[in-house]
């Protein structure tokens, strides 16, 4: 299944720059993610071009996950292409300053995927819950 983007969004009480250090970072977006594993990255701050695999545990198998750091405007915006056995996107978060922290939008376009669009949201809003967590507490 096909779709053309999807578009999700959120306020986190944290300044952007925060907010932009947390997907730019390779171990602190492994974090986020779940990841189990990182393979081809050293760690630390990501720059354009480069490319990794995390991990991820499921129930009932591994699932890998290609990575490649697209571009960055620091701090309002960072762009990923992402791909694995049942799904592939380009992944923009922007982060704006707003009164008390930052609004931050998830855009997945060019998105392919087995995955329920129901599935995908619990998924990704299970995400955002886990940014909220790493930034704010």
Known sequence: MANNEETREFIVHASKEDA??????????????????????????????????????????????????????????AVFKSKNAISSATTTWTFEDIEGGTHVTHTQSEVESQMPAAQRDELMNAVFERFKDLLED
């Open 20 to 77: 932009f250090d947390l997907v730019t970072n390779i171990d602190s977006l492994a974090k986020l993610l779940l990841a189990t594993e990182i393979r081809g990255h050293e760690g630390g701050e990501l720059k354009p071009g480069d490319t990794w695999t995390y991990v991820h545990q499921l129930p009932d198998r591994k699932m890998e996950n290609d990575v490649t750091f697209v571009e960055y405007e620091a701090p309002t915006k």
